[in-house]
């Protein structure tokens, strides 16, 4: 079964705070851009998101902020 997470669920999570950021990420980190489940709704698949956390590309460019973060299946962002 394929889970979707929408923009809330990233804040939610920690994984991004916001739009401003994602839209950047999406631009120059690698982030995934998701599919449009509407005129407004974005949505990533958890797969997608796991895979870009584990990325080189997303350390190279965020850097700190995100080192040390453990990301597991139920979308729980814990230190390592």
């Given at each position: ?60 460019i ?8 453990c ?10």
């Amino acid at each position: 079964k394929i889970r979707y997470l929408r923009f809330k669920d990233l804040q939610t999570t920690g994984i991004v705070n916001n739009r401003v950021t994602l839209s950047r990420w999406i631009k120059q980190a690698g982030f995934p851009r998701g599919v449009l489940l509407g005129p407004n709704t974005r949505a990533w698949t958890e797969d997608e998101i796991e895979q870009w956390l584990k990325s080189d590309r997303r350390t190279d460019i965020i850097g700190e902020r995100m080192n040390g973060l453990c990301f597991w299946p139920e979308f729980v962002v814990t230190m390592c």
